[in-house]
């Protein structure tokens, strides 16, 4: 099963699915560190207003590669699906940006199609 194979909900349950196995919680977890040049480019938005488009994108990024690892964790104990999917994020010394995607690893199959929305 390849990682873009896996559900990834916030919902703690799955419609149209059954659980058949829990295997536990994962994460995955990503820090970056914008250069020096971003960080004075931000300390003056601070001053003047306005979004950090830098630090925006950087989070966002850092999000995405987040969910990615949240994936291989889940493949690597044999889940097909992770419920309750959530972030964390912290800053460690004012320089890092760590970001975490955890949830609880599933094996789920289908018992049938919920209806269309609108239907």
């Known amino acids: 099963m390849s990682n873009d194979e896996i559900i990834i909900t916030t919902m703690n349950d799955l419609p149209g699915y059954e659980v058949e196995e829990v295997y536990g919680e994962v994460f995955g977890l990503i820090v970056r560190a914008r250069n020096a040049f971003s960080n004075i480019g931000a300390s003056f938005r601070t001053i003047v207003g306005g979004e950090a488009k830098g630090y925006t994108k950087l989070l966002a990024d850092s999000r995405e ?5 949240l994936r291989e964790a889940a493949a690597e104990r ?16 004012d320089i890092m940006s ?13 018992v049938y199609a919920p209806p269309a929305a609108g239907a």
């Open 65 to 69: 590669h987040a969910v990615d690892r």
């Open 78 to 93: 044999g889940a097909n699906a992770v419920l309750a999917m959530r972030f964390d994020c912290n800053e460690i010394g």
């Open 98 to 110: 760590e970001v975490a995607a955890y949830g609880t690893a599933v094996r789920v199959r289908r």
